[in-house]
T-cell receptor, first 109, second 115 residues
Framework: RKEVEQDPGPFNVPEGATVAFNCTYS??????FFWYRQDCRKEPKLLMS???SGNEDGRFTAQLNRASQYISLLIRDSKLSDSATYLC??????????FGAGTRLFVKA | DTEVTQTPKHLVMGMTNKKSLKCEQH?????MYWYKQKAKKPPELMFV???????INESVPSRFSPECPNSSLLNLHLHALQPEDSALYLC??????????????FGEGSRLTVL
């Protein structure tokens, strides 16, 4: 089993749609969780950290379920500019941050 | 603009060449990283320096040699590379909280082609 697993997609959605990405992780001792966004041929950039209480930033909502070892990202009212690869990132402690394979999102007009 | 600067942005080298990738950050971060990323794959960790000491080497071949001259600079020396080493090499930095890294700040990457 991979340490961090994501549905690779691609997800093709129309503008204005709501889309959800899921991620599971295998190490129950993992301490911190993130969603990064990576545009084509660019570097990954932090989208949001994920907290046990859940957190929201505008159209983006992230949830963490430690019991199920599951992280989600919800994007509401999708924009064309949301087209990117979304990377689920888990830190089990120390420096070995683990990246999921990424989920590709295409938002179409 | 990214606060982690990498040079060069593009590099083409032959298998017998020696070249270096450079990375600089001025955020006061004490942990610096090299990642390798192939097309349509996630970044793979290569090396981590913490307080200028090599903390992690993910069994990277010796043809890649990292160096951390000071807390702001990180180099990756390349020698006798293979065509399969062609990839995007990403430098990152983070605070060192002692228990985890927190957010990673990435540079724009150096795109390497080995002929």
């Amino acid at each position: 089993r991979k340490e961090v697993e994501q549905d690779p997609g691609p997800f093709n959605v129309p503008e204005g749609a709501t889309v959800a990405f899921n991620c599971t992780y295998s190490n129950s001792a993992s301490q911190s969780f993130f969603w990064y966004r990576q545009d084509c041929r660019k570097e990954p950039k932090l989208l949001m950290s994920v907290y046990s209480s859940g957190n929201e930033d505008g159209r983006f909502t992230a949830q963490l379920n430690r019991a199920s070892q599951y992280i989600s990202l919800l994007i509401r009212d999708s924009k064309l500019s949301d087209s990117a690869t979304y990377l689920c990132v888990v830190n089990p402690g120390g420096f070995k941050t683990i990246f999921g394979a990424g989920t590709r999102l295409f938002v179409k007009a | 603009d990214t606060e982690v600067t990498q040079t060069p942005k593009h590099l083409v080298m032959g298998m017998t060449n020696k070249k270096s990738l450079k990375c600089e950050q001025h955020m006061g971060h004490r942990a610096m990283y090299w990642y390798k990323q192939k097309a349509k794959k996630p970044p793979e960790l290569m090396f981590v320096y913490s307080y200028e000491k090599l903390s992690i080497n993910e069994s990277v071949p010796s043809r890649f040699s990292p160096e951390c001259p000071n807390s702001s600079l990180l180099n990756l020396h390349l020698h006798a590379l293979q065509p399969e080493d062609s990839a995007l090499y990403l430098c990152a930095s983070s605070q060192d909280h002692g228990y985890d890294t927190g957010e990673l700040f990435f540079g724009e990457g150096s795109r390497l082609t080995v002929l």
